[in-house]
């Protein structure tokens, strides 16, 4: 979809995002399709049957109400916990056990010994845990001297 | 309705719940402020992000009358009439999920918002919301075991078991030394025996310079008085070298032959273990892992016990030893001996953390090269293709070079280490010779003998073995945890099938199958099958069709009894399955699956597989009726040619009719035709349809196909859909109805074999 001057996203009564489809306007979800490497471009739009309604090239070009409204719903959508200090890595059998501090809070997570976290286009790194959620670890210089020395086996 | 069994047992309930407290600091279970509010809890999830997605402590809870949202402490955030409920909806973003509730004219009642762990007990709730407004009812007996399990399960699936006291794991290895008993007393004795002679050369070595020599040169004694005394020295100390050697080789042969004994028994037990187990142990768990277990974590626990324990136990006999000894000789020597020895020990136990670090980076880059030779090797073709060879080399190259930095590192830790190390012991020891130096020249302190410096000099010689074993104890014994763990887990694991106590004989099947108001669930709350009954007549074939995730290899797999119905009762010929006596009625059974397995080894084994007794001609002849026979014998070994593993030197094709003749050998009573004939070009399936015609003639057949038309000479047709029976009939019966299901699969399949066979 290329943006144009009518508002083609709104919030629904629901809290969801609605996406004006070919019959009106229609509950959507959002993928976002580059999310580190163009997070704030390329969103897929798709219905409750997984069916591609709209896509947004550029978020910018939006209106200001479809703006609002697919700010609103990207919290969720792109949602991952931003890890701004690590109180231990430790091993157990056959896990690593993080313990962070995140910008969410204090979490603990585990994952395998053989999962390393990814570089990632943006500067940080990622990891997931083995239940599937999302760390973004800093680059090196925005963490404390002792999560640096702790992160340390897992940096470039 | 059917009341579904737990979804997991006490024991794995257990184990879950240790896993969560251990691992995700979250509750383990509903806390009891909250279940207070609540009538008969169904289910329930942990609410772990709010509405600004930030950590929080909130619970999804559904009773029988209402589902509601609850803060930790137990305070009503809401409280919904099951009955008030129309919708429900979820939506998943990267690492977070969204649960909505709505009631009529689609107003949002509730929404709650949770990280990915929280995403499967949160998905049950939905699930069983949507039943209720379908009008389908599904109870649950154990909230806390479908929670624990949604959770944990992840986490337990990574790791091999739930961590216990890593003491109570070595004792439970040593235990497989019991048979062995005398051996490990000889081995055991053998080692002590070696260890304590360790100390008596250099205390022979003082008696004959102090006690010998000495009282000679100071012209105190003669030499021929001594000199029998020296030779009688020598022999001892020639008979302790000897029965040293003899212990040594005691020692080495029993304890690794033990090693060896204890490791086959391990592999022994956990191979007969998994014959033992259910199809959803070897779903559940990847093939490498169950193969490491058999392999790999056995012969590590081999070099354990076999070395690592007793290495262990005598580095530490040896160091108390030689301490003893020492400060025995002379105190003060023996103080400058020993009292460094725990600053040695810190001294490892820091250089093994710093290296580990080390390590752990230095594997990092390794699995970096290895991804890239994983990726482009099986892709040659595709690099090659798009002409990307020098960019893959440079990748490689690039990676490769990290490694190198990050092993470099490594090395150059403990090249570092161990001189600093060295040096510090060169240090102690030039602080015994000087303090032995002025003692011997009678310059300062008690006056020292030249035996007993000469014996202090050798004792120091052992010290640094055994400080280098026990430093590296804690990652010998937390290698052999784990591996005794993942082996241990395996064993424990129980068998979900199990076999009836008085099994009623299935000397002859006939063939009559009924399925008594069956239902099935994999994971406890979603139901792959509801309430299914029907009946199949001996010498009837029977056709299962419906859409894809419909249950029909559910009931395939209910059938061959490879997992127990949840509710209602499988029967043959009248018999419930789980009465039956197992191994005798799949004697009986045969099946031809989608994706046949042929074992390494010749196409003559992989027919025979089910009867190795069977004559050559009858194994020709079951070729023969496969269409399998020609193009066996068009190979140059024949029936001798060896298939590879998992037949990989065959055709799809070839390998599904070698698997057809497997079973007609068989001659199976009750046949399951998987989707047989899929997955292959049109000539390949005639010709498979042909030997399938040959080999279901006789027999109940039971037989699920993706192309309808292959179904037509079936004697009915189930229709499922939905874990249901929607459709019963013949072919024509069921086309005979424009608004049928089979009706509108049959035409969709119908247009796209129109479209392309233009």
Redesign the interface.
């Known amino acids: 979809m290329t943006p144009a001057g009518t508002q083609l996203l709104r919030t629904g009564?629901?809290?969801?995002l609605q996406a004006l489809g070919p019959d009106g306007f229609v509950a959507v979800?959002?993928c976002?399709c580059f999310?580190w490497t163009a997070p704030e471009a390329h969103y897929s739009l798709r219905d409750?049957e997984g069916k591609e309604v709209a896509y947004v090239v550029d978020a910018a070009q939006l209106d200001a109400e479809s703006r609002k409204a697919l700010d609103a719903a990207l919290?969720?959508?792109?949602?991952?916990?931003r890890v701004t200090g690590i109180d231990s890595i430790k091993e157990?059998?056959?896990?690593r056990?993080w313990r962070v501090r995140?910008a969410?809070?204090?979490?603990?997570?585990?994952s395998?010994l053989?999962a390393?976290p990814e570089t990632l286009p943006g500067g940080g790194w990622l990891m997931r845990?083995?239940?599937?959620?999302?760390y973004r670890f800093p680059p090196p210089e925005a963490l404390d001297p002792a999560s640096r020395r702790l992160f340390?086996?897992?940096m470039? | 309705m059917v009341l579904l069994p737990m979804s997991a047992r006490p024991a794995t309930l257990q184990i879950h719940q240790a896993l969560m407290e251990r691992?995700?600091?979250q509750p383990a279970v509903l806390p009891a402020a909250c279940r207070a509010r609540c009538g008969r809890i169904e289910l329930y999830a942990y609410c772990d992000?709010d509405e600004g997605?930030?950590?929080q402590a909130a619970w999804l809870v559904l009773d029988e009358a209402r589902l509601r949202v609850l803060a930790a402490d137990g305070a009503e955030q809401i409280a919904l009439p099951r009955a008030e409920i129309t919708a429900v909806?979820e939506?998943?973003?990267?690492?977070?999920?969204?649960l909505?509730v709505?009631g009529h004219q689609?107003?949002?009642l509730a929404?709650v918002?949770a990280?990915?762990?929280q995403?499967k007990a949160l998905e049950h709730i939905r699930f069983v919301l949507q039943q209720q407004i379908e009008g389908h009812e599904v109870r649950l007996r154990d909230a806390d075991a479908v929670y624990a399990e949604a959770?944990a399960g992840?986490?337990r699936?990574?790791?091999?078991?739930v961590?216990r006291n890593q003491m109570s794991v070595v004792w439970r290895l040593l235990g497989y030394f019991r048979p062995y008993k005398r051996d490990v007393a000889i081995g055991s004795a053998a080692a002590v025996v070696m260890t304590l002679l360790n100390l008596a050369p250099p205390y022979a070595t003082k008696y004959l310079l102090d006690d010998v020599i000495a009282p000679v040169a100071d012209g105190k004694l003669g030499a021929d008085d001594m000199l029998p005394t020296a030779l009688a020295v020598i022999a001892a100390l020639g008979l302790t070298y000897l029965v040293r050697e003899a212990c040594v080789w005691f020692r080495l042969r029993k304890m690794a032959y033990l090693g060896e004994f204890v490791a086959h028994d391990l592999r022994q037990e956990i191979y007969a273990h998994l014959h033992r187990l259910s199809l959803s142990f070897f779903s559940k768990k990847q093939t490498g892992s169950i193969i490491t277990r058999v392999s790999s974590d056995t012969d590590r626990l081999w070099e354990f016990l076999a070395f690592g324990v007793v290495e262990a136990s005598l580095s530490v006999l040896m160091l108390a030893g030689l301490g003893a000894v020492l400060i025995a000789l002379d105190w003060q020597l023996g103080l400058i001996m020993t009292l460094p020895v725990p600053l040695f020990l810190a001294a490892y136990y820091f250089h093994g953390r710093s290296i580990n670090?080390?390590f752990?980076?230095a594997w990092?880059k390794w699995?970096d090269v290895s991804a890239v030779l994983s990726d482009t090797i099986p892709g040659m073709r595709v690099v090659k293709a798009f002409s990307q060879e020098d960019r893959e080399r440079k990748r490689f190259d690039r990676r490769n070079d990290?490694a190198l930095a990050a092993f470099n590192e490594v090395h150059a830790s403990w090249t570092t280490f161990w001189p600093v190390l060295m040096l510090l012991f060169h240090a102690i020891t030039l602080a015994v010779w000087g303090l032995a130096a002025v003692r011997l020249l009678g310059v300062w302190g008690p006056p020292l003998t030249l035996g007993t410096f000469i014996a202090f000099s050798l004792y120091m010689g052992l010290f640094m073995y055994p400080l280098e074993v026990i430093g590296q104890i804690t990652r010998m014994m937390n290698r052999a945890?784990?591996s005794a763990?993942?082996v241990f887990e395996v064993i424990d694991t129980e068998p979900q099938i199990t076999v009836a106590e008085d099994p009623v004989p299935m000397e002859r099947v006939e063939g009559r199958v009924r399925f008594d108001n069956v239902s099935f669930s994999y994971d406890g709350v979603r139901r792959t099958l509801r309430n299914l009954s029907f009946e199949i007549q001996p010498g009837e074939m029977i056709g299962l069709v419906g859409p894809s995730g419909a249950g029909k290899s559910t009931i395939i797999n209910l059938l061959a009894r490879f997992y127990d119905a949840t509710g209602g009762a499988v029967e043959v010929d009248g018999v419930d399955l789980k009465r039956v006596d197992l191994p005798q009625y799949r004697r009986q059974l045969g099946i031809v699956p989608q994706e046949p397995f042929l074992f390494h080894g010749t196409v003559l084994d992989n027919i025979r597989y089910g009867m190795p007794e069977a004559p050559l001609e009858a194994v020709v002849e079951a070729a023969r009726a496969a269409n399998a026979h020609d193009f066996i014998c068009k190979m140059p070994l024949g029936y001798e040619t060896i298939v590879g593993e998992r037949g990989h030197t065959l055709s799809g094709g070839e390998r599904q009719r070698v698997s057809i003749a497997r079973a007609i050998l068989h001659n199976p009573r009750l046949l399951i035709l998987d989707e047989a004939t899929s997955n292959v070009d049109t000539e390949t399936e005639r010709k498979i349809q042909e030997a399938l015609d040959r080999l279901v003639r006789g027999r109940t057949v039971v037989a699920i196909a993706h192309r309808l038309s292959t179904l037509q000479k079936a004697s009915r047709l189930l229709v499922i859909k939905d874990g249901m029976l929607a459709e019963e009939g013949t072919h024509a019966e069921l086309l005979a109805r424009p608004d049928g299901v089979y009706r509108k699969l049959h035409d969709m399949q119908q247009e796209l074999h129109a479209q392309f066979a233009v």
């Open positions: 009564g629901d809290g969801r979800s959002v976002r999310p409750a919290g969720l959508a792109g949602f991952f916990f157990d059998f056959e896990l056990v995140t969410q809070g204090a979490r603990i997570f585990q395998e053989d390393w845990d083995v239940t599937g959620d999302l340390w086996a897992f470039d | 691992f995700t600091g992000l997605l930030k950590l909806k939506q998943s973003g990267m690492g977070a999920c969204w909505g709505y689609g107003r949002l929404e918002r990280s990915n762990r995403k959770v992840s986490i699936e990574a790791q091999a078991t961590a670090r080390r752990l980076k990092r699995s990290t945890v784990s763990h993942r």
